[in-house]
């Protein structure tokens, strides 16, 4: 692999030009082997975050991300298809989406990461569930792939390794917001991790990575032509994270609503979305059973079970509970107009719920549960929103956090709901 002086790399993208693909696989391998400053990568970063890439820059980056580790084979008698969300609060959809494909037939692997920040991570929420276990061998992976069809476990360190030390450098350089190098990050993991087909749920709006619809419409088509190019049957469903989902952001909260729906209840939206992606994922393989049936017969919560069991995890275990809760009450009659996503997240993780830094503990009890939805009709002095915790000096800090969240209009307003599913991009 040709050599080149990293100064030079980041004087040709501060001065707004394109990285040469020798000059992009150098950069990614050399700090991969820890041959590139930390300095040096992090001005480099935030060069790209105000001069941005190519379409074809990115695809090269992408490349050079996937190579840093293996790419998996994954082959199997059934076809393989995963999702990945960039991340909101209260999204718990993987929980029985992943069950409820594999109980339509196709083979889920879903290799996944930790929450940072407001928004939580599948493994912690799947953490609260007593004996169950994230880390797999390679192995038992693939052996519980083969026997249950669905596997939510930590990615190794093997898949894209440049993106775990990039991830982190972003964290602590203000450069994660950024579409070529958010792109890149998930692409980089998720075709790595071998499946045939990719169903992306790309947020937007107060809770979300992107505020802005256009924002997020451009992420998600890079992703969808960055999967596409690398053989990956890719498409992006553009979901509104304005409102958290379901009623819960909580890592046992959301375990718990989630074996509701499951079980033929649960929120409106969390059955819906789950539905949208499963027919999105199920369609990109080629299988036409209705997700909807399925959920209906129980095979999906059967699914879930010997999901759990073959984890360690005991599926009819009682979940932890918190030891204190707090409830905010309405001030006053009205119309739910609006429940700040970003505020409920924020507080979900000043309670506990959620990291601030990688090696920290999250709490399995703490959270948010929140009783009514956007145009629903509340009383004075009828409780809002609950605040779980273990611990009760928490309490003020997510207090302020929530402080202006709920939005009341005049009692008899019609409070339209935006839509949750936007829009769906395919190739
Ligand atoms: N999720 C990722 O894996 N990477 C990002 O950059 C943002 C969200």
């Known amino acids: 692999m040709a050599e080149h002086d990293m100064v030079d790399v980041i004087r040709a993208k501060r001065d707004g030009g394109r990285l040469s693909d020798s000059q992009i696989d150098w950069v990614i391998d050399a700090y991969t082997r ?11 970063l935030m060069a790209i975050f ?19 580790g293996e790419r998996m084979r994954l082959e199997f008698d059934r076809p393989t298809t995963d999702k990945h969300s960039t991340g909101g609060v209260g999204d718990k ?51 519980q792939l083969e026997d249950v069809g669905a596997v939510v476990c930590a990615a190794g360190d093997t898949l894209a390794p440049a993106d775990k030390k990039l991830y ?11 579409i070529p190098l958010i792109a890149s990050s998930i692409m980089s993991k998720k075709i790595a991790e071998g499946a045939d087909a990719l169903t992306l749920d790309v947020k ?31 498409a992006s469903v553009l979901t509104s994270m304005e409102n958290p989902l379901g009623r819960s952001a909580g890592n046992a909260l959301e375990v718990a609503e989630s074996v509701e729906v499951l079980a033929g209840g649960g929120p409106a939206d969390v059955v819906e979305l789950t539905l949208v992606l499963a027919r999105e994922m199920l369609a990109s393989v080629g299988i036409s059973r209705d997700p909807a049936e399925v959920l209906a017969s129980g095979k999906a919560m059967d699914k879930w079970s010997e999901m759990i ?15 204190e809760r707090h409830d905010v009450l309405a001030e006053r009659d009205g119309v739910l107009a609006g429940l700040d996503a970003l505020s409920v997240g924020v507080a979900a993780w000043r309670l506990g719920a959620g990291r601030a830094r990688k090696e920290d503990p999250v709490s399995a009890v703490a959270g948010v549960t929140w009783h009514a ?34 939005r009341l209009a005049d009692p008899g307003t019609d409070v339209t709901q935006q839509p949750l599913v936007r829009d769906i991009i395919r190739p």
């Open 93 to 143: 959809v993987t929980l029985p989406l992943a069950p409820l494909v594999a109980a339509c037939g196709a083979i889920v692997p879903q290799l996944s990461g930790r929450g940072l920040g407001h928004t939580g991570g599948t493994l912690d929420k799947l953490e609260s569930i007593p004996g169950w276990k994230a880390s797999l061998t390679a192995a038992e992976y693939r052996q």
């Open 34 to 44: 820890e041959q590139v400053a930390e300095e040096q990568m992090s001005a480099l």
């Open 373 to 406: 939805g956007v145009g629903d009709a509340v009383r004075r002095g009828q409780p809002l929103l609950t605040l779980h915790t273990d611990d009760p000096a928490r309490f003020e800090r997510a207090l302020e956090a929530l402080d202006g969240a709920v």
């Open 204 to 234: 937007f709006g107060s809770g979300a990575f992107m505020r802005e619809y256009a924002d997020a419409e451009q992420l998600a088509r890079t992703m969808v032509a960055l999967g596409t190019a690398h053989g990956v049957r890719t």
């Open 50 to 68: 105000i001069r941005g890439m190519a379409d074809d820059e990115i695809a090269r980056w992408t490349d050079a991300m996937i190579r840093s």
């Open 168 to 178: 982190a450098l972003r964290d602590v350089t203000g450069t994660v917001d950024c």
């Open 309 to 323: 069991a073959a984890q360690g995890g005991d599926p009819s275990a009682a979940l932890p509970v918190a030891r």
